[in-house]
């Protein structure tokens, strides 16, 4: 079709209630957003960045809970408002950070890139909400981008030799063999 682009996004101003309804009977809109009001349609995860979701939550839960943090998963929301909010691929956050909506705030959110994913165009959200870290993770490589939270911004934290440092968890990041990403909390080890 002359002038597609399959990056294009698109704005559906009257969406029709039977096309939102079967979307949730076949429960394809756990990762959709709501944006001050506007709908974010978030396709399903595909089975790597499930995997890696997976794996993220296994190898954060010990150390998570040597903090005194919960590990969550997709579908739990970040809120600001009833119809303003964000899903993160993991989140980590405090117990007094929850609420019986989702999460009120986190100290470290993790997203895993997609193709035309908006997780950058998130920063601002995570910073009104008082994020502390945020990792982006590139699924092929492994590749992650390490932000902290310095004042009502985002700061990326740069790579050393031996990888990047969590500013929250204090933990070394580094990529290892397959690619994979190493987590080293003193002696716990794990790969993602």
């Given at each position: 079709m002359?002038?597609?682009?399959?990056?294009?996004?698109?704005?559906?101003?009257?969406?029709?209630?039977?096309?939102?309804?079967e979307?949730?009977?076949?429960?394809n809109?756990?990762?959709?957003?709501?944006?001050?009001?506007?709908?974010?349609?978030?396709?399903?995860?595909?089975?790597?960045?499930?995997?890696?979701?997976?794996?993220?939550?296994?190898?954060?839960?010990?150390?998570?809970?040597?903090?005194?943090?919960?590990?969550?998963?997709?579908?739990?929301?970040?809120?600001?408002?009833p119809?303003?909010?964000?899903?993160?691929?993991?989140t980590?956050?405090?117990?007094?950070?929850?609420?019986?909506?989702?999460?009120?705030?986190?100290?470290?959110?993790?997203?895993?890139?997609s193709?035309?994913?908006e997780?950058?165009?998130?920063?601002?959200?995570?910073?009104?909400?008082?994020?502390?870290?945020?990792?982006?993770?590139?699924?092929?490589?492994r590749?992650?981008e390490?932000?902290a939270?310095?004042?009502?911004?985002?700061?990326?934290?740069p790579?050393?030799?031996?990888?990047?440092r969590?500013?929250?968890?204090?933990?070394?990041?580094?990529?290892?063999?397959?690619p994979?990403?190493?987590?080293?909390?003193?002696?716990?080890?794990?790969?993602?």
């Amino acid at each position: 079709m002359p002038g597609y682009s399959s990056s294009m996004r698109a704005v559906w101003l009257d969406v029709p209630e039977a096309f939102l309804a079967e979307r949730h009977r076949l429960g394809n809109d756990k990762l959709d957003e709501l944006w001050e009001g506007v709908l974010h349609m978030v396709p399903p995860s595909s089975l790597g960045n499930a995997r890696i979701t997976t794996d993220f939550v296994v190898a954060l839960t010990p150390i998570a809970a040597r903090r005194g943090l919960q590990v969550w998963t997709d579908g739990t929301g970040l809120f600001d408002a009833p119809k303003n909010y964000r899903i993160a691929d993991t989140t980590l956050a405090r117990p007094d950070q929850t609420s019986a909506r989702g999460l009120e705030s986190a100290e470290l959110v993790i997203e895993v890139l997609s193709p035309h994913d908006e997780s950058r165009d998130k920063f601002p959200f995570y910073a009104k909400r008082g994020v502390r870290e945020i990792w982006l993770v590139e699924p092929s490589t492994r590749e992650v981008e390490v932000y902290a939270l310095v004042k009502k911004g985002y700061r990326r934290v740069p790579a050393t030799v031996r990888g990047w440092r969590s500013p929250v968890l204090g933990i070394t990041l580094s990529i290892v063999r397959g690619p994979k990403l190493g987590l080293v909390d003193g002696a716990y080890t794990a790969e993602v």
